[in-house]
């Protein structure tokens, strides 16, 4: 998740088996708001809930957060890479 921190819309997205990313700021949109982030990066491991043999997880939870991190980065105008590093 990449929060602005002047303020306004999140942008978020999920990696890809290769750890690829693309940020979507509304259902429509994709990328983010120009200037200061903090990103979040969350490893969260899928609960299907229709699996009888999934983890047990409290209501309204989706997955099971292992870790998180914060990073801040600059987002600018045009197309963008931000590599970032998870443990």
């Known amino acids: 998740?990449?929060?602005?921190?002047d303020g306004g819309r999140s942008s978020t997205g999920t990696?890809?088996?290769?750890?690829?990313y693309v940020?979507?700021?509304?259902?429509?949109d994709r990328g983010a708001l120009l200037g200061?982030?903090?990103?979040?990066?969350?490893?969260?491991?899928p609960t299907d809930m229709n699996d009888p043999d999934a983890p047990m997880v409290s209501t309204g939870m989706v997955s099971n957060e292992v870790?998180?991190?914060?990073?801040?980065?600059?987002v600018q105008s045009g197309d963008n890479?931000?590599?970032l590093s998870y443990p």
Do not use: C, W, Y
């Open 15 to 20: 990696t890809d088996s290769n750890g690829q």
């Open 23 to 28: 940020l979507a700021f509304s259902t429509t």
């Open 36 to 45: 200061a982030h903090e990103v979040v990066i969350r490893n969260a491991t």
């Open 1 to 5: 998740m990449f929060a602005p921190v």
């Open 67 to 74: 870790a998180t991190i914060k990073k801040k980065v600059e």
């Open 81 to 83: 890479t931000i590599d």
